[in-house]
Structures are given as C-alpha cells and as structure tokens.
Nanobody, 121 residues
C-alpha cells in the first residue's frame, strides 16, 4: 500500500509559476513510476506527466510539454511538478499517482487526494 499527499496548490496569475509536491509513504517508492494527472471542472481526468523509477525517463502531455517539469527524490520519497508559464486552462485539481509499470497509457495503482491549482487571467 502507498499513501500519497499533494501540496503546493493555490491561486496564481497567468504567466506565473507554481511547484507542486507529493510525499509518499508506505511501500518502497523507488521502483514505482510516478505520475501527475489533473481534472478540470466538467472534464475527465487527464494525464499530465510521468517519471520512471530512476528518473531517467519522463513523459509529458502535449499541452504542458516545455512548460512543466517533473522530478523525483527517491531518498526523500517525493515527486515534484514545476509548472511555469501557467495558463487559465491549466486550472484543475492536480493528482499525484503511482504505478508499477512504465509506458502509455499510464494507469496508476494509487492516487493522492489532489490539490487545487487556479490560474487567473
């Protein structure tokens, strides 16, 4: 069992930056692929970014590529999402997640509760 807790959400103006963090506890984290998903009001949850267990491979959705950066620290059991050049359409609840496999489609086994990110225009 893995528990995931997100933090760092908030309100930011368009063009600004925000850094989300996810703290994991429970089973050993190092062999899990770590993901970020988001869900905007009235829309389905969508993939944002993923990082392999060693950090050597990353994957991003086209909508955030070049603006968001995912990273992880296995010793601290944390994963982060640095978000820059934020747009109003990035407004959503952001979820940290993890899974034991790598590759699309990313289908997490465990989910956090989510943190709200609101980008004002």
């Amino acid at each position: 069992q893995v528990q995931l807790v997100e933090s760092g959400g908030g309100l930011v103006q368009a063009g600004g930056s925000l850094r989300l963090s996810c703290a994991a506890s429970g089973r050993t984290l190092w062999y899990y692929t770590m993901d970020w998903f988001r869900q905007a009001p009235g829309k389905e949850r969508e993939f944002v970014a993923s990082i392999s267990w060693g950090g050597g491979d990353t994957s991003y959705s086209d909508s955030v590529k070049g603006r968001f950066t995912i990273s992880r620290d296995n010793a601290k059991k944390t994963v982060s999402l640095q978000m820059s050049s934020l747009k109003p359409e990035d407004t959503a609840v952001y979820f940290c997640a993890c899974e034991t496999r790598w590759g699309t489609p990313f289908t997490p086994d465990y989910w956090g509760q989510g943190t709200q990110v609101t980008v004002s225009s």
